[in-house]
């Protein structure tokens, strides 16, 4: 019988280590096996929708403005067609926290459900990659051997033909981004110009391309493991109650291999004539057979068994490898399977119709739709007026009292605008240079008025007044301000 210790350091030893690295530090290469199965299917067909809405989206555009645009170098972003400038700085913090927020409670709730179905980095890695790798060097098998094999005219087509296109698909994927970051007609100018005339974005272009290829010919599942804070999070994030890709361990344990029954083994391993059955054979107590296929078509080389681990990308390649094996020897599926901690300890199921889902999930929406609403809401003009600083009120010969202002407008449309000012209930007059200011297409400017007023309608030191603002013949907002004056 083991000790104890023996028991423990048995059953945690691998959190010692990770699978993707040796004793000695090195990198393990995985190859893992390729998933089939129903849930594989379905993030085929859901990575698809994906790549068309990124590839497409460059090309859509909403007015004049291209649907989403993060021009990080101009300080520009256009989210739905809505251009946002460093104005709408105190917007991007708001929306930041609203998005910290929903990542919490999105993971609390549904794990890394992201991470398996819609991260760019899983989709590009097991939908188009990997899939390029299995068409072109076959299954993870045939991989180890081609690797071993000496480099003869066959392994050097293979690998040219992959990395060729591995490639071509980076460069792709650059253009895209580029396309995002600083819009469809600037990327197209730099692919037809000469590079010397868009060196920084022929550059970037450049850049980008071997960070991807680096990413996804060799980097590869350290993204996610070592690099990807999300990842690194999920410790912290998961509760007992969070739905996971998790193996049933009261279900599984004790796990053993599948023997023959002694009855066929006496007679030399011979059932007869006819094909070994189910009723041939000697379950484990446990359900899991212990063939590791679980483990074999890991992209991350872990072994769900021990449990959710921060490696685990919720691919669900697991799911579908073990309910194949389920289906062949005749037990039900889902011993891998979307399921809590305390799922599995109660012996139940993980619903979205539970209570503590739906509460969570209306929150999200919640915090989705104000987020929404803010963005929608926002103004395309910023506006302010403020009384000239270091000055006084100033009493003119008809004993009219005048005092100085200063405004400035934020156009965040994409037009240029001129604005009138109009003093609101009163037989005051703005005087402006010009009558009007006049603001260009996502820009600033600032100007200077004198609002002259009779005194009776200053019949205090500090009078609250309106002031309107128009442009094209509309009112775009009312500031309240100040006018100084002697007082009665
Ligand atoms: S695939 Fe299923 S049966 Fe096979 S080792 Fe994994 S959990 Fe056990
Ligand atoms: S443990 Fe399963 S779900 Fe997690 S990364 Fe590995 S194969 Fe994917």
């Known amino acids: 019988m083991d000790t104890l210790e023996e028991i423990i350091k048995d059953t945690e030893e691998y959190r010692d280590t990770i699978a993707t690295v040796d004793d000695k530090g090195k990198r393990v290469w995985i190859h893992p096996k390729k998933p089939k199965g129903r849930f594989y299917n379905r993030r085929k067909v859901v990575s698809v929708i994906l790549l068309i809405i990124l590839f497409g989206t460059p090309f859509i555009k909403i007015g004049d403005n291209p649907m989403f645009l993060f021009n990080v170098f101009e300080r520009k972003f256009v989210l739905f067609g809505r251009l946002f400038l460093p104005a709408d700085f105190h917007l991007f913090v708001l929306a930041m926290i609203t998005f910290f927020v929903f990542i919490i409670l999105f993971t609390v709730v549904y794990g890394r459900v992201w991470c398996g179905w819609a991260c760019p980095q899983t989709v590009f890695m097991e939908m188009v990659f990997r ?24 392994k050097i087509l293979r690998k040219t033909a992959k990395h060729a296109i591995f490639i071509a698909i980076s460069s792709l994927i650059a253009h895209t981004v580029m396309a995002y970051m600083i819009g469809l007609e600037n990327t197209v100018k730099i692919v037809t110009q000469p590079p010397g005339k868009n060196i920084a974005g022929f550059m970037g272009l450049m850049a980008f391309t071997g960070v991807f290829y680096g990413v996804f010919a060799k980097f590869r599942e350290q993204a996610c493991i070592a690099v990807c804070p999300y990842g690194r999070l999920q410790s912290v994030l998961l509760t007992k ?10 279900r599984g344990e004790p796990r053993g291999k599948l023997k023959k029954k002694k009855s066929i083994q006496n007679k030399n391993g011979q059932s007869g004539t006819r094909a070994l059955t189910m009723e041939d054979m000697e379950a484990p107590k446990g359900d899991c057979i212990d063939c590791k296929l679980c483990v074999q078509v890991c992209p991350t080389g872990i072994d769900i068994r021990n449990g959710n681990q921060m490696e685990c990308v919720s691919c669900t390649a697991c799911i579908d490898a073990c309910d194949d094996v389920m289906d062949k020897i005749e037990k ?17 199921d993980w619903k979205l119709k539970n209570p503590r889902v739906l509460a969570y999930t209306a929150v999200l929406l919640v915090l989705i739709v104000a987020q929404a609403f803010l963005l929608v809401e926002r103004g395309q003009f910023e506006i302010t007026i403020l009384r000239a ?5 100033n009493v003119l010969p008809n004993g009219n009292i005048t005092n100085v202002y200063n405004t400035r407008v934020i156009n965040k449309s994409n037009e240029k605008a001129s604005f009138t000012y109009k003093i609101v209930n009163s037989k005051g007059v703005i005087h402006f240079a010009g009558n009007e200011l006049k603001v260009k297409k996502s820009g600033n400017a600032e100007g200077v008025f004198v609002l002259e007023m009779p005194p009776k309608e200053v019949p205090e030191i500090k009078t609250k007044i309106n002031i309107e603002v128009w442009s094209k013949n509309k009112k775009v907002e009312t500031i309240r301000t100040v006018f100084l004056g002697p007082g009665s």
């Open 241 to 250: 109650d969070s739905v996971a890709v998790s193996y049933d361990f009261e």
């Open 332 to 348: 039900p599926r889902g011993l891998i399977r979307y399921a809590s901690h305390n799922n599995i300890t109660n012996k139940t």
């Open 389 to 393: 600083p270091g000055t006084l009120y």
């Open 131 to 154: 899939r390029i790798e299995y068409w072109l060097e076959g299954d993870a098998n045939q991989q180890r051997k081609l690797k071993k094999h000496p480099w003869d005219t066959d």
